[in-house]
Nanobody
Framework: VQLQASGGGLVRPGGSLRLSCAAS????????MTWYRQAPGKERELVAA???????NYADSVKSRFTISRDNAKNTVYLQMNSLKSEDTAAYYC???????????????????WGQGTQVTVSS
């Protein structure tokens, strides 16, 4: 099972970025997908989450600026980030709570599937 995160980059304050995270390596039942971020010297924090039913949850610091969505057919979660601030600078990680049906017949499940991280830098 692989989670591939992409879409990070350097953007000016007030700008926008869209992060993507795609699961691959099998067939999936994905219960929830979550974006976390970690800035240098700080603990990892939850940014936004979406369940299989579409229920979303956001950190107070990003409400009204960020939108999480998912494409179940593509096993992909997105994070649209608008009105970016310097304090949004961090490495962003996706996490999935899923059941994976692998090509060899193995079934794996759990909440500890992570993408590799994508860097978001907001600076003028």
């Amino acid at each position: 099972v692989q989670l591939q995160a992409s879409g990070g980059g350097l953007v000016r304050p007030g700008g926008s970025l869209r992060l993507s995270c795609a699961a691959s390596g099998g067939r999936f039942n994905i219960h929830a997908m979550t974006w976390y971020r970690q800035a240098p010297g700080k603990e990892r924090e939850l940014v936004a989450a979406v369940t299989s039913g579409g229920t979303t949850n956001y950190a107070d610091s990003v409400k009204s600026r960020f939108t999480i969505s998912r494409d179940n057919a593509k096993n992909t979660v997105y994070l649209q980030m608008n009105s970016l601030k310097s304090e949004d600078t961090a490495a962003y990680y996706c996490n999935a709570d899923l059941v994976a049906f692998l090509p060899d017949g193995t079934v794996v499940a759990g909440k500890d599937f992570w993408g590799q991280g994508t860097q978001v830098t907001v600076s003028s």
